[in-house]
C-alpha cells in the first residue's frame, strides 16, 4: 500500500516517498516507526479506503498538515487548518533572528503580527520564559486555532488579539515587532499547495509588498526606541524591504538568508 501511495504522488509531491508515509501512518493512526516494524502487514477496510483518499486529495495539492491536521514547527507540533498558513521550514529563521535580539532573562515585551496557527509567538515564548508576548490576527478562525496551540503547548504565555495589523492596538509600545505578513504578488499561483490556504494570508498586491509597506509605516509609532521590526518575505523582495525600513527612521537594515541561500528576513533597529 505505501509503494501504491508513492507511485501515485511521484508526479504530484516533492516528497512522494515521505507523504506516503505520513498519511499511511496518519490513516492507521500510528507512527512511521510502526510501518517500517511490520512492512508486510495488509491495510485493511476502512483504513485502506483513507489512506486512498488521503492521497488522492494530495495528489490534487492539498498540503499533507491540512489532510493531517498538523504541523511540526521549532520541534512542536500545532494543530492546523484550511483557515491558517501552514508553517513553514523557513519561517523560523524568523524565529532565530527573533531570538537574537531577546535577550535571555530579561523582559520584553514583543508583538506577532499576523499571527496566523501561532508558531512564531508560541516559538518565542517556548525560548524566552520572560518575555511578554502578544499575537494579532484578522481572521477570527486563524485566532481560535492560535489560541488553541498556545493553550496546549504555551499556557497562559500569550495575548491574543483580534485586530488588522495595528489597528487595535492603541497607545501600546513593543521591544520587538515580528511578522511573517502576506508576501506574495496578485496573480502568482506557481505552488499548487497555497491554492488551498487561506488568500488573505498569502497575496498583497501586484509587486506582494502592500501589507509589507503598511507595517513598515506604522511600526514605529508602536516600537520602543531601540526596538526592533523584524520582517520575513519573498524571493528578490530583501532589497525593497530595507529601502522601506530605511525610508521609516530604521537603522542597521540588514538581510538574512535562509538554507535555501534566499534572502528571506530582514530587520532593523528603531533609532
Known amino acids: 500500500m505505501l509503494t501504491w501511495g508513492r507511485e501515485q504522488l511521484e508526479h504530484g509531491s516533492e516528497s512522494p516517498r515521505l507523504d506516503a508515509e505520513i498519511l499511511l501512518s496518519y490513516a492507521l493512526g500510528i507512527n512511521r516507526a510502526a510501518i517500517f ?24 495539492g492539498q498540503p499533507v498538515a491540512q489532510l493531517t491536521g498538523q504541523r511540526e514547527f521549532w520541534s512542536l507540533v500545532l494543530k492546523v487548518s484550511a483557515d491558517v498558513l ?29 499571527t496566523g496557527s501561532g508558531a512564531i509567538a508560541i516559538a518565542i515564548a517556548t525560548e524566552r520564559g520572560d518575555c511578554i508576548i502578544t499575537a494579532t490576527d484578522i481572521s477570527r478562525a486563524a485566532l481560535a486555532i492560535a489560541t488553541e496551540n498556545s493553550g496546549t503547548l504555551v499556557p497562559g504565555r500569550t495575548r491574543f488579539a483580534h485586530s488588522d495589523w495595528f489597528d487595535a492596538l492603541v497607545d501600546t509600545t513593543f521591544d520587538l515587532i515580528v511578522s511573517n505578513p502576506p508576501y506574495v504578488a ?8 497555497i491554492d488551498f490556504e487561506p488568500a ?13 509597506r503598511r507595517i513598515i509605516a506604522d511600526s514605529p509609532a508602536h516600537l520602543a526606541p531601540g526596538g526592533y521590526l523584524l520582517l520575513e518575505h519573498g524571493l528578490n523582495q ?20 535562509d538554507l535555501a541561500g534566499i534572502e528571506r528576513v530582514t530587520e532593523g533597529r528603531l533609532g
Open 238 to 257: 530583501a532589497e525593497a524591504v530595507r529601502g522601506l525600513m530605511q525610508d521609516a527612521g530604521f537603522d542597521g537594515t540588514q538581510s538574512f538568508k
Open 200 to 212: 488573505e494570508a498569502l497575496y498583497s498586491g501586484a509587486d506582494g509588498l502592500n501589507d509589507i
Open 37 to 60: 516494524a511490520d512492512p508486510g502487514k495488509s491495510v485493511t477496510e476502512p483504513y485502506s479506503t483513507h489512506f486512498m483518499g488521503l492521497i488522492a486529495a494530495r495528489s490534487d
Open 186 to 193: 496578485t496573480g502568482d499561483t506557481t505552488d499548487r499547495e
Open 86 to 114: 501552514v508553517p513553514r521550514p523557513e519561517t523560523e529563521l524568523l524565529v532565530e533572528r527573533a531570538l537574537a535580539r531577546l535577550p535571555e532573562n530579561k523582559q520584553a515585551h514583543v508583538l506577532d503580527l499576523g
